[in-house]
C-alpha cells in the first residue's frame, strides 16, 4: 500500500546512545516532515525537507539531526540522546502544492529514553 | 507568529450525541486549515480541510467551516458513533513554499453505547 513508512515502531535507547529513524514514501512527493508528539503539546515540527538536497530546522531541532538520503527517504538521528526526546516520532510527507493537500503521516516510532 | 488554539478536553459523549470542536487560528497570510484523526495506536489521518475562507471541508458526517471573521474552523458532527472515539487536532498551513503544518493540542473524543 502506498504511503509513509516508519522504522522501527518502538525503541529503547539510554541516555547517551545514538540512533537513527527511517523514513521512507512511495508517493515521490517532494517535501518531508518530521514531528514529535508529547501530550498536552499536540505535534511540533523537528526538521523539515522541502524538495530533495534541502533541509531546514523547524520548532524544536536541538539535538537531532537529518539526511534527506534521496527524494524517498528521509532519516531523523539522535547524536546522544536525552530523556528529554522520549516523545513519539512522526515522520509526513506532501506533494508540495501549498498546503492544498493534506499531509500523509507514517505511524509512528514510539522511543524512550532512560 | 501562525498559531492554532484548539478546545481542551477530554471529551465524553454518549452514542447519537452533538459534537463540536473549537478550534481557532492566528495567522498572518491565508492559510489553509485542517482536521486531523488520530485512532488509537495510529499516525495521523486528514479528516477534512478546507482552504479559503466559507469553504466548509465535510468528510465521514463531521464538517466544519473556515470562518475568516472569527478566525474559526469548529469541527461539528450531528450525531457521533463508538467508532468516532479518538482524538482530533486542528491544524493550519502557512501556504509558503515549506507547507509547515502548526498543530494545536488535541482533543480526545469518547463516545460510550
Known amino acids: 500500500n502506498a504511503g509513509v513508512t516508519q522504522t522501527p515502531k518502538f525503541q529503547v535507547l539510554k541516555t547517551g546512545q545514538s540512533m537513527t529513524l527511517q523514513c521512507a514514501q512511495d508517493?515521490?512527493?517532494?517535501?518531508m516532515y518530521w514531528y514529535r508528539q508529547d501530550p498536552g503539546m499536540g505535534l511540533r515540527l523537528i526538521y523539515y525537507?522541502?524538495?530533495?538536497?534541502?533541509?531546514d530546522k523547524g520548532e524544536v531541532p536541538n539535538g537531532y539531526n537529518v539526511s534527506r538520503l534521496n527524494k524517498r527517504e528521509f532519516s531523523l538521528r539522535l547524536e546522544s540522546a536525552a530523556p528529554s526526546q522520549t516523545s513519539v516520532y512522526f515522520c509526513?510527507?506532501?506533494?508540495?502544492?501549498?498546503?492544498?493537500?493534506?499531509?500523509?503521516f507514517g505511524s509512528g516510532t514510539r522511543l524512550t529514553v532512560v | 507568529g501562525d498559531s492554532v488554539t484548539q478546545m481542551e478536553g477530554p471529551v465524553t459523549l454518549s452514542e447519537e450525541a452533538f459534537l463540536t470542536i473549537n478550534c481557532t487560528y492566528t495567522?498572518?497570510?491565508?492559510?489553509?486549515l485542517f482536521w486531523y484523526v488520530q485512532y488509537p495506536g495510529e499516525g495521523l489521518q486528514l479528516l477534512l480541510k478546507?482552504?479559503?475562507?466559507?469553504d466548509k471541508g465535510s468528510n465521514k458526517g463531521f464538517e466544519a467551516t473556515y470562518r475568516k471573521e472569527t478566525t474559526s474552523f469548529h469541527l461539528e458532527k450531528g450525531s457521533v458513533q463508538v467508532s468516532d472515539s479518538a482524538v482530533y487536532f486542528c491544524?493550519?498551513?502557512?501556504?509558503?513554499?515549506?507547507?509547515?503544518?502548526?498543530f494545536g493540542t488535541g482533543t480526545r473524543l469518547t463516545v460510550i453505547p
Open positions: 495567522a498572518t497570510g491565508y492559510p489553509s
Open positions: 509526513a510527507s506532501i506533494e508540495g502544492l501549498g498546503g492544498l493537500e493534506g499531509y500523509t
Open positions: 525537507s522541502a524538495s530533495e538536497g534541502t533541509t
Open positions: 508517493m515521490n512527493h517532494n517535501s
Open positions: 491544524a493550519l498551513s502557512d501556504n509558503t513554499g515549506a507547507n509547515n503544518l502548526f
Open positions: 478546507a482552504t479559503k475562507a466559507d
